[in-house]
Every structure is written in structure tokens, then in C-alpha cells.
Nanobody, 122 residues
Framework: QVQLVESGGGLVQAGGSLRLSCAAS????????MGWYRQAPGKEREIVAG???????????YYAESVKGRFTVSRDNAKNTVYLQMNSLKPEDTAIYYC????????????WGRGTQVTVSS
């Protein structure tokens, strides 16, 4: 089992920045992918960014088109933490942001945090 806890959300003005953290505990060595998702009111949850943990020394990252060039995902192996640096925030980035960890492709091996609210005011 893996437990994930997000933090770092809050209220920020458009154009501002926030850094989200996702701290993992438990069987963290089993994880091979970590992702950031978001869900805005009335919308489905969508992928924002992610990192393949076992690729090279820093991992391999990927991003949704809507956040490319503005968001950066990174990790700190010593802290078992994945970050999402969000710059140039827009009101449409307002959502609950969730962290997801995967230790296989099976549904039972997908782990979710409880989410952190990000609100961007115009």
C-alpha cells in the first residue's frame, strides 16, 4: 500500500505561482509513475502532468498541452516527494489538484491523495 498526501494549494492571483507537493509513504519503492490530475467544478478529472520515475536519474516528465511551459513536475527521492511548480497561473487552472501513484497498470495499484484546492482569481 502507498499513501499520498498533497499540500501547497491556496488562493493566488492570475499570473502568480504555487508549488504543490505530494508526499508518499508506505511501499514507495513499488511506484513507477506519479501523476498530477485536477478536477474543476462540473468537469471531469483530467491529467495535468506526470513523471516516469524509473527513467534516468531524474525521471521522464510529460504535460498536458494546456500547462506546457507553465508547469514543471519534479521529484525529491530522499523525501519521497513529487512537486508541481505552477507558474503564470490562470483562472482556468482553478481546480482541486490530486496526486496519483501507480505501481502497476492494475486498478488496485493506483493510489490517490485527497487533493488540494487551487483557486486563481482574475
Amino acid at each position: 500500500q502507498v499513501q499520498l498526501v498533497e499540500s501547497g494549494g491556496g488562493l493566488v492571483q492570475a499570473g502568480g505561482s504555487l508549488r504543490l507537493s505530494c508526499a508518499a509513504s508506505g511501499r514507495t519503492s513499488s511506484l513507477y509513475n506519479m501523476g498530477w490530475y485536477r478536477q474543476a467544478p462540473g468537469k471531469e478529472r483530467e491529467i495535468v502532468a506526470g513523471i516516469w520515475l524509473n527513467v534516468g536519474s531524474t525521471g521522464s516528465t510529460y504535460y498536458a498541452e494546456s500547462v506546457k511551459g507553465r508547469f514543471t513536475v519534479s521529484r525529491d527521492n530522499a523525501k519521497n516527494t513529487v512537486y508541481l511548480q505552477m507558474n503564470s497561473l490562470k483562472p482556468e487552472d482553478t481546480a482541486i489538484y490530486y496526486c496519483k501513484g501507480s505501481s502497476s497498470s492494475r486498478t488496485v495499484d493506483q493510489y490517490w491523495g485527497r487533493g488540494t484546492q487551487v483557486t486563481v482569481s482574475s
